[in-house]
């Protein structure tokens, strides 16, 4: 129980910006900012386990040294990182749900709608896809039977092995393949 919350605090909404961050910083330096923060992590994980001991709860030892107040900290403090990171998911999910619609009314109807940026309520836009989003999240946070779900995660290390394996190879073709061409789509 112990590890579990010493990871439980130690992974929050940051998770999130790990793809910009190596975006921006390149592989050499990504990398030694992945291993600064793995040793930094570490460290404060073990003195989080020197600190609770072999037995306690994280949020047992916050009440052991701060008192109730201590304890309600280290709650709320939790369930803010939570819904934070949620937050973060669910927008990026509607930011990535809204242009992949458009290619499909476009690719399947044939309809050729603009991309809107912002709050628009006028016509077909990304706050559209929030709301479907919200009700489709919602729903399914409803259902009691889980089995669906436990069903469908333990296919995800095989989709991150392929998905894995389809970016090393596009990356090692692009690396061999140097003579590119831009192909005009008509509308």
């Not at 003195?47 to 309600?72: A, C, H, I, S």
């Not at 989003?133 to 009691?144: G, H, T």
């Not at 989709?159 to 596009?170: A, E, L, Q, T």
């Amino acid at each position: 129980m112990t590890t579990f919350s010493c990871w439980n605090t130690m992974i929050g909404s940051g998770i999130v910006t790990l793809p910009w961050t190596f975006y921006h910083s390149g592989m050499l330096l990504g990398t030694i900012i992945c291993f600064i923060s793995f040793l930094v992590s570490l460290r404060t994980c073990i003195l989080v386990l020197r600190l609770v001991g072999p037995k306690e709860d994280f949020y047992d030892t916050m009440r052991k040294y701060w008192g109730k107040t201590g304890y309600f900290v280290a709650v709320i403090g939790t369930l803010m990182i939570t819904m934070t990171a949620c937050t973060a998911y669910f927008v990026i999910m509607a930011q990535m749900l809204y242009p992949n619609i458009l290619a499909l009314l476009k690719w399947i109807f044939k309809i050729n709608l603009p991309m809107q940026d912002g709050v628009i309520f006028d016509s077909f836009s990304q706050s559209y896809c929030a709301i479907f989003m919200y009700f489709v999240m919602a729903s399914l946070c409803l259902k009691r039977d889980l089995s669906l779900f436990i069903l469908m995660s333990s296919y995800g290390a095989i989709s991150i092995i392929i998905i894995s394996i389809f970016i090393f190879s596009v990356g090692i073709y692009s690396l061999s393949n140097t003579t590119y061409q831009t192909v005009i789509i008509p509308d």
